[in-house]
């Protein structure tokens, strides 16, 4: 009797491990589909600025799906074209071309025709003459330290979260 209702007990448990595994893959397959669907694609820039080409860096960023750095994120092609507009009327005697913005302000990450593969952080809104917060010679520069942003502020989040279980 024992023995039969601890078979039982095995079969149960790996019929609930079997059936989390499942799902689990499914979950990833969603995940991936969504993904794929979500592509992130770059604004076709020649129908603002027909003497700008983006630099192959951030080409290759966008083709490895590279665009969400939670601080910063790659801006749709709809808010790119938007933010160009506004940028136009807000900063006239500059041609930028936003790609990412900062999640937690209006600074926004930008190429600017006729600097190279520079990017520009601007802070957007604030008054013509004192938007520029900072450029990078390139855009993996940039990249870099969007990166070590997030890692700054995962291992900040990590050690309170390991300072709060010391007062347990």
Known sequence: MYREKRQGENSTRYYAQDRVRKIEATKKAD??????????KLYEIEKEYADFQYPQSIIKAVELNLVDFEFWYFMDEEKVESRINGLKKRYPGRKLIPFARRDDCDDIACFEVGKGEAVQIIHDFASEG????E?????WDWMKTAIDELISSEENMYDSEIKGYGNV
């Open 130 to 133: 004192y938007e520029q917060r």
């Open 31 to 40: 995940i991936l589909r969504t993904v794929k669907e979500r592509r992130m």
């Open 135 to 139: 450029e990078y010679k390139n855009f």
